[in-house]
């Protein structure tokens, strides 16, 4: 499965690290940075296996797309990304706050896009890459929020990925 995430801060670059670690085989994560020098340490500290500069070539053939962005750039990251992402996508984000990015999701997104709103529980008082680790969300909750259209098995997928890295994912009506 092809995963691409958008954001390698500590929330982003800890999601690399733990499916990383966790992922079966035929795992591919790939990493949006706009700096090389956060591919290097990504690259460095095993949270990725690849690094792309373009977000329309990081979303190319994903399966998963995760958006680990503050929220006020998410908009603009769904506009830039919306038509590259293949068909049956699923995409998510990490923000703390929903009906805004559920909302810019529906507008903008494709319809043969999954979006399922996200939000872990977790979090460290430093942030940034260096502060990444594969267990920061051992035993945290999850939430997650899927769109009124979303599939079953876009939920069940993304419902996996939070088990995977030890989290309990919660399930919240948009």
Known sequence: MRVAIIGLGLIGSSIGLALKQLAKSGWSIVGYVRRPEVASVALKLGAIDTAET???DAVREAELVIIATPVLTIKEILSQIANHLPLGCVVTDTASTKVQVMKWAEEILPPTVNFIGGHPMAGK??????AAEAGLFQGCTYCLTPAEKTSPQAIDRVTNMVKMLGASPLLIDA
């Open 54 to 56: 373009k977000l329309s």
């Open 125 to 130: 008082e430093t942030y940034g890459i260096r």
